[in-house]
Nanobody, 122 residues
Framework: QVQLVESGGGLVQAGGSLTLSCVAT????????VGWFRQAPGKEREFVAG????????DYANYAKGRFTVSRENTKNTAYLQMTSLKLEDTAVYSC???????????????WGQGTQVTVAS
């Protein structure tokens, strides 16, 4: 089973950038899709971005297109979410998870990290 730990969150001003990391333990990380999700206070968890095991395909929520970039380094058991042009509404807890296929659906994802808080201030 894969265990995931996110880091890189913090407080950033609107328009700024952050890069989140998702470090996995377990030898099978490279065989999984990695998805990034977020949950804002009072809202449901939602898909942000995902990347296939060999990085040949990525997918983004509409609000993330053009601003966020998902990537991974299987040799480091790490996935990344680079976020630019951050907006107040990007404030949320961001989590990574793994799945067998690339999907927006939360139910498709298996192991989850604890999440990292991203707060965007004006």
């Amino acid at each position: 089973q894969v265990q995931l730990v996110e880091s890189g969150g913090g407080l950033v001003q609107a328009g700024g950038s952050l890069t989140l990391s998702c470090v996995a333990t377990g030898r099978t990380f490279s065989s999984y899709v990695v998805g990034w999700f977020r949950q804002a206070p009072g809202k449901e968890r939602e898909f942000v971005a995902g990347i296939t095991w060999n990085s040949d395909r990525t997918d983004y929520a509409n609000y993330a297109k053009g601003r966020f970039t998902v990537s991974r380094e299987n040799t480091k058991n790490t996935a990344y979410l680079q976020m630019t042009s951050l907006k107040l509404e990007d404030t949320a807890v961001y989590s990574c998870a793994v799945a067998r296929s690339l999907s927006h659906y939360i139910a498709m994802y298996e192991s989850w990290g604890q999440g990292t808080q991203v707060t965007v201030a004006s």
